[in-house]
């Protein structure tokens, strides 16, 4: 286990009431930390224990605890570490903060977690977070659905160790032509890209992003066919994120929404 005791947690801090705190599960964003939310800041400012995904979490956000914040990481642990300490932490009354990077809904293995500790009766709540292709669109000041060219964002990964169902296979999500946001997935780049110029015209954009709101960001749109070799030029592997995208194209069409012809219940024709 690597822990980092900033001080000895003081006896007045180990307050019982805690007990009726919920572990906080807290998405922490990209990784700047003005993109956190206000309630994620919160609880990490709150924090008797953060227990952090250090692998992706940029190191900006654990530092916004305070400095007696027992802080764990967790790259080097396994699920048998983490929940045990969650648990102890819980029932000795201090605020637990369980911390992932992105928003909690995607690929954070929350779940495995959260069961552990209901069957523990012990009570969690979620805070989300803003997931990389958030960040990534914002960076590139683009929207993802534009009228008439492309409606449908796709989430999804490659398959990896983890494994991804049949039916989610890139070839199927790829014939979607859909504004498709790949995570954990450029070590095997270039088996996407060829998988992805089967369905999508070779010219389409697609951003690469490495350490999207960081201080180190790379943020770049390249055409499909370069997306490979780019990836490897800069020797990107781990936190990087692609979204393959006709939008991105920054194609001028607008949206019915706000034409003067489209009338609605808050615009009735004039
Ligand atoms: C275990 S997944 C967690 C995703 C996270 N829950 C989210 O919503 O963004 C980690 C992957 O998310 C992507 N990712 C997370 N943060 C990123 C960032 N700041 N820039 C680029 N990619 C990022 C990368 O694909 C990375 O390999």
Redesign the pocket.
């Known amino acids: 286990m690597v822990a980092i005791w900033k001080e000895e947690i003081p006896a007045r801090r180990c307050r019982l009431p805690a007990l009726n705190h919920p572990i906080s599960f807290v998405?922490a964003?990209?990784?700047a930390p003005d993109l956190l939310t206000l309630r994620a800041a919160e609880r990490i400012r709150q924090a008797d224990v953060l227990i952090w995904?250090d692998s992706?979490v940029?190191p900006d956000i654990a530092a916004l605890a305070k400095d007696d914040c027992l802080q764990i990481r967790t790259s080097r642990l396994t699920l048998e570490d983490v929940v045990p300490q969650l648990i102890q932490h819980h029932k000795a009354g201090r605020l637990v903060v369980r911390l992932?990077?992105?928003?909690?809904?995607?690929?954070?293995?929350i779940n495995e977690q959260i069961c552990a500790l209901t069957d523990e009766d012990i009570p969690v709540e979620v805070v989300p977070?803003?997931?990389?292709?958030?960040?990534?669109a914002a960076g590139l000041s683009s929207e993802l659905t534009i009228p008439g060219l492309v409606q449908t964002i796709v989430?999804s990964?490659t398959g990896g160790r983890t494994g991804v169902p049949e039916r989610e296979q890139l070839h199927h999500l790829a014939a979607l032509k859909a504004s498709l946001c790949?995570?954990?997935?450029?070590r095997h780049v270039e088996e996407v890209e060829a998988t992805l110029l089967e369905h999508y015209p070779a010219e389409t954009p697609v951003a690469v992003?490495?350490?999207?709101?960081?201080p180190d960001?790379l943020?770049e749109v390249v055409p499909l066919r370069e997306m490979a070799a780019f990836t490897e030029r800069h020797a990107l592997i781990?936190?990087?994120?692609?979204v393959i995208s006709p939008a991105l194209s920054k194609d001028s069409r607008r949206s019915r929404l706000y034409s003067p012809d489209h009338d609605h219940l808050f615009r009735p024709r004039r």
């Open positions: 998405g964003g990209p990784g995904t992706l940029c992932h990077d992105g928003d909690t809904a995607l690929y954070s293995a977070g803003i997931s990389a292709y958030q960040a990534a989430l990964r790949l995570y954990l997935s450029a992003g490495h350490r999207v709101s960081w960001q943020l781990r936190t990087t994120l692609y």
